[in-house]
């Protein structure tokens, strides 16, 4: 699946209500406010439903940041354009 990092930035501040502006490559657990582990869990339920994908425990645990988002989604097949 193709998509771009606009459909992930979207989700993401969707999820954490922050202005889509607000995200960038650097983003993660660390500086987006919000992201607490309630915000994580919904984070990784709009993660599958927006990508179609299932994600395992371990992998839901690993995204904690944009770079490693797209990097476990890059596991499923969803390839990123920019």
């Known amino acids: 699946m193709q998509v771009s990092e606009q ?3 979207q989700t993401l501040a969707e ?3 922050v202005p889509e502006e607000s995200l960038t490559a650097d983003s993660s657990m660390d500086n987006v406010p ?6 994580h869990l919904n984070l990784v339920l ?3 439903e927006q990508f179609q ?3 395992t425990e371990e992998q839901s645990l ?10 476990v989604l890059g596991e499923h097949g969803v390839v ?3």
């Open 7 to 9: 459909k992930l930035k």
């Open 53 to 55: 994908v299932s994600l």
């Open 62 to 71: 690993e995204i904690i940041s944009f770079p490693l988002i797209k990097e």
């Open 34 to 39: 919000g992201w607490d582990s309630l915000k």
């Open 46 to 48: 709009a993660l599958e």
């Open 15 to 17: 999820v954490f209500g």
């Open 80 to 82: 990123f354009t920019t």
